[in-house]
Structures are given as C-alpha cells and as structure tokens.
C-alpha cells in the first residue's frame, strides 16, 4: 500500500509487525473458546493499532500506508492460511483433538490434497 499510496513510499519492519498484529487478531477471533474470550486481547489489539496510527499521522516520516498494508495482509493471510481449530473429539485419556478447517482447505477440495491435511 505504501508503494500504491504514498508520495516516498517506504520500507521497514513496521510493516511486518502491523502484519503479525492482524494475524493475532484473527487468531484470537476465531478461537475466542480456546483463548478465554479474548475480548480483552482485541480491545489491547485495537488500542495499539489506533495509538500506532495516530502517531504515525502526528509524525513526519512515519508511513501509515505501510502499516495499514502490512495489517491488512496479515488478516488476509491469517484468515486464508491460518489455524482455524475445530474440537473434534477427546482420546481416551481426556485430551482434546482438533482439526484444522482453514479456508484454504475448502479452496483446495478439488485439488489432489495429502491425507494429512483432510
């Protein structure tokens, strides 16, 4: 987005954390059973995001455009690829299996897919 939007566009690890910050994001959202809730760790999530992005429009130098990029793929590829656990069933000595039904199992229903992964 940087590079699309921004008059000097930049480059930097700010980005790629703006991205781990989405990606949790979605982890949390999707597993709010696993994670207590997680209603206090979005409200953390979003307070950081909305601080970040108010410094960085306060700031000369800062590129928001790169942030709000790198947040935006992190939800995109967390929510394509990431976990989305699934409790299946509990073993005989009482611990619970999950499976994994990301979206990107279903978009490769059709493809040839390793036993491992249905």
């Known amino acids: 987005m940087s590079y699309w939007f921004c008059?000097?566009?930049?480059?930097?690890?700010?980005?790629?954390?703006?991205?781990?910050?989405?990606?949790?994001?979605?982890?949390?959202?999707?597993?709010?059973?696993?994670?207590?809730?997680g209603k206090e760790d979005l409200q953390h999530i979003a307070h950081v995001i909305a601080l970040n992005m108010v410094i960085g429009l306060l700031s000369n130098g800062i590129d928001n455009w790169g942030h709000l990029g790198g947040l935006?793929?992190?939800?995109?590829?967390?929510?394509?690829?990431?976990?989305?656990?699934?409790?299946?069933?509990t073993s005989r000595d009482g611990k619970k299996l999950f499976i994994d039904s990301a979206p990107m199992y279903k978009l490769l229903k059709n493809k040839r897919v390793p036993k491992q992964w249905k």
């Open 72 to 89: 935006i793929g992190g939800v995109a590829a967390s929510w394509l690829i990431g976990p989305a656990w699934k409790h299946e069933s």
């Open 7 to 37: 008059r000097m566009p930049a480059v930097g690890a700010s980005g790629a954390i703006f991205g781990l910050v989405g990606s949790v994001a979605v982890f949390v959202l999707r597993h709010k059973d696993i994670v207590g809730g």
